[in-house]
């Protein structure tokens, strides 16, 4: 069956530490999205990408970094520029027409703790 | 810039009874999703609603949507405890990008 995986399911960051969330789909979706979820809050979008090379920043941007240098695969690093990263990180995914259809597709996610 | 807003923040029912959950948007969209959250786990895809109008209904849960008025609700019929959960509308914010900004959620609890 066609999904979206994240892994790790848990990770912990040390202070001053980059860490990177992998986010792969066999959808054959073109774009991808990192959003990032505090407890008790709605999600807010970190990066987007519709094709591969090519991604945008969201409205939390700022700590974070991205690659999409394959369609299938778009990979969300943690630097230690990001002061308070502890949160649920979420990959999702779609395609023209699948949008509109079903929704965006979702990752299980991803809990970064600092310790 | 794309606000959504859900209302109430919370909601504590007792089954069998029916509320509604409020979702209001702040600029144009073509497009607009309610999810369902679990504690803990992933977004489940509940309705998408594209046009004014659109009424769409799942066992207890109906979802409309009113494009001029840029509102959506979510009703929920004669609730059950398996209807615990927080439920998110999200607005496509420009076509082009796919943008997807959420609500804030509701978390719904549903008591016996």
């Keep these: ?115 | 810039e794309l606000k959504v807003e859900q209302n109430p923040l919370f909601l504590s029912m007792q089954e069998g009874k029916n509320y509604t959950i409020y979702c209001n948007y702040s600029t144009t969209s073509d497009r607009l999703y309610w999810y369902r959250q679990d504690p803990g786990k992933s977004l489940e895809s509940l309705f998408v609603l594209l046009s004014n109008g659109a009424v769409k209904q799942e066992g207890r849960l109906m979802a409309s949507l009113d494009t001029k008025a840029r509102l959506s609700t979510l009703h929920i019929t004669a609730a059950v405890h398996d209807l615990s959960a927080t439920y998110f509308c999200a607005v496509v914010y420009l076509r082009v990008a796919d943008k997807l900004i959420f609500g804030t959620g509701t978390r719904l609890q549903v008591f016996p």
């Excluded at chain 1, 073109?30 to 990408?49: E, K, T």
Aim: glycine share 10%; proline share 4%; with cysteine.
């Design chain 1, 1 to 115: 069956d066609g999904g979206i995986t994240q892994s790790p399911k848990y990770l912990f960051r040390k202070e001053g530490q980059n860490v990177t969330l992998s986010c792969e789909q066999n959808l054959n979706h073109d774009a991808m999205y990192w959003y990032r979820q505090d407890p008790g809050q709605g999600l807010r979008l970190i990066y987007y990408s519709q094709i591969v090379n090519d991604f945008q920043k969201g409205d939390i941007a700022e700590g974070y970094s991205v690659s999409r240098e394959k369609k299938e695969s778009f990979p969300l690093t943690v630097t230690s520029a990001q002061k308070n990263p502890t949160a649920f990180y979420l990959c999702a995914s779609s395609t023209p027409g699948q949008g509109e259809r079903r929704g965006y597709t979702f990752g299980s996610g991803t809990r970064l703790t600092v310790v």
